[in-house]
């Protein structure tokens, strides 16, 4: 797409009589200060739902180019840079390798365009970002809060932090065990948000989380638009008081968020990927609040909050008043010879028969599909119903769905299920948990999948391990400091 320049406003290209000069790419363009929105103006709400707090690619607006430029002309839209000096202006990419050039056939001239962020439609110096400057839609309806639940004592407290993280516009980092409730605490800092008719977005990195909370807020939250966007959710065009997104959705949002929510802030990507760190910064508002949600902060974040620089609060304790069940090591040899030979390590292999004899499921972590992929002929020896499941398994929900239904006794996996599964009465053992990917949080989070019901609040954990790591030692007590925080504040019986 390219312009004409004038002083006020841009004229983009297919409005203008063929052959007009001189004709600019966005790149090129000073930018014109964008001028009041005309209140005289009949702006189409459709649009203003659609754009307001976004930034987005002319191809993602389903509307006509006179349509825009009329709002462009009354001061309602602006055309941003998309990319300019080997700057993304939607992503923060400022690594040279991350872009490249091709022959431009809209603006008929080598064209540099950001690799980084192409999954969601290309970026280039010809492309602009366009973003509504008109006011933001009324609040449809006042929100009704729909909970009847109890927050424990901790989680009350938490809660309180949360309202006041809201109302003060400050950061607030939730660090809560695993099967500690902290959806539940951020119900009335949203409710506390809306009311006030600010606009809300909780975000995640994995689109799992997303479709796992989507039914749970609204029905909390009855009467609020409530979206999801995930790569391929259908609510791309809803305007929504309350988002739900995954973090790299967040690209298409501008200055649109009072109050965001990064739930397991720790997770892969967010945590290595700094353009979605970018993606956060740039998709809330200059004064707005920030709540992150982790069971597992990094080394860095547990400084952090030991050296008090980082606002912190704890939730040391489940909702049932039971203590985190405590993982124990143990030695297990050369396991990968073992599967060389065809054989399970001999303490693996006591442990599953014991687990099936007592007829108590589990789940066992793999450090790789390979070694999964190895093992599970010779499990199913031991009974048939045993299964595996990894990443790229299409029948991985069935296969969890079937774990808790009873039918399969014992699942073999890689850590895709370290997070999120909850499945009550559950002993987890990991096999090499020397291995690198079994890292401290990893291994919280493992460790954590065990004793979450409150008619099962203990589990047996094993890390079988052919050398210790400093990473088991540190999850060990990691989990034993939370239990021990949590003796001390009373959060815990016994
Ligand atoms: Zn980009
Ligand atoms: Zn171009």
């Known amino acids: 797409m390219r312009f004409i320049q004038e002083s006020t406003h841009l004229t983009p290209e297919q409005l203008l009589p063929t052959q007009s000069k001189p004709l600019q790419k966005i ?34 607006l389903p509307f006509l180019i006179e349509l ?6 009354n001061g309602y839209i602006i055309y941003g840079k998309g990319v300019e000096n080997n700057h993304c202006h939607r992503c923060g990419n400022t690594k040279k ?19 980084n962020c192409i999954m969601m439609g290309r970026v280039s110096e010809c492309t602009p970002l366009i973003t509504w400057t008109g006011p933001a839609p009324p609040a449809a309806n006042p929100p009704s809060f729909d909970w ?59 689109t799992d ?5 989507s039914p749970r807020l609204q029905k909390v939250f009855p009467q609020t638009s409530i979206p999801s966007l995930y790569g391929g959710s259908e609510d791309r065009h809803e305007y929504g008081q309350l988002v739900l997104s995954t973090t790299h959705q967040l690209f298409r949002y501008e200055k649109a968020f009072d109050f965001i929510v990064i739930d397991e802030v720790d997770a892969f990507p967010y945590s290595y990927d700094t353009s979605l760190q970018y993606a956060v910064e740039k998709a809330r508002k200059p004064e707005s609040a920030i709540v992150y949600l982790t069971a597992t902060p990094d080394s860095q974040t547990q400084k952090g909050c030991a050296s008090k620089k980082q606002n912190h609060i704890r939730i040391p304790a489940r909702y049932h008043r039971h203590p985190i069940p405590m993982p124990r090591l143990a030695w297990c040899g050369n396991w990968k010879k073992a599967f060389d030979k065809n054989k399970i390590p001999s303490k693996l292999k006591k442990w599953t028969l014991q687990k099936l004899q007592q007829n108590k499921q589990a789940l066992i972590f793999f450090p790789s599909v390979k070694i999964v992929e190895k093992a599970l002929p010779l499990f199913q020896k031991m009974n048939p119903a045993i299964e595996s499941v990894h990443a790229e398994d299409p029948h991985r929900k069935e296969k969890v769905q079937k774990v808790r239904s009873g039918e399969t006794p014992i699942l073999l996996t890689t850590t895709i299920l370290e997070r999120g599964v909850t499945i009550p009465n559950i002993g987890v053992a990991v096999l090499g948990a020397e291995e690198s990917i079994f890292t401290e949080s990893a291994l919280v989070q ?24 400093k990473e088991m030692i540190n999850a060990i007590f990691h ?7 949590a003796g001390k504040r009373g959060l815990i019986d016994g």
């Open 27 to 60: 790149s090129n363009i000073q930018i014109p200060t964008p001028t009041q929105p005309n209140p005289a103006f009949n702006y189409s709400t459709e649009l203003q739902h659609y754009l307001s707090g976004r930034s987005l690619l002319p191809d993602e």
């Open 68 to 73: 825009l430029h009329q709002h462009h002309l």
């Open 97 to 115: 390798h991350l872009f490249a050039s091709f022959e431009c056939y809209r603006c008929k001239e080598p064209c540099t365009y950001c690799r």
């Open 148 to 206: 009847t639940g109890t927050l424990s004592q901790a989680q009350q407290e938490a809660s309180n932090r949360v309202v006041d993280t809201v109302k003060t516009k400050d950061n607030l980092l939730v660090w809560a065990v695993c099967g500690a409730g902290k959806t539940e605490v951020l119900f009335q800092g949203i409710q506390e948000a809306l009311n006030q008719n600010k606009r809300v977005c909780i975000t995640a990195p994995r």
């Open 209 to 213: 989380v997303i479709l796992e909370l």
């Open 446 to 469: 493992i460790a954590g999948r065990a004793g979450r019901s409150a008619a099962h609040p203990t589990g047996d954990i094993v890390y079988f391990h052919y050398g210790r790591t």
């Open 479 to 485: 989990i034993y400091n939370m239990n021990k925080e």
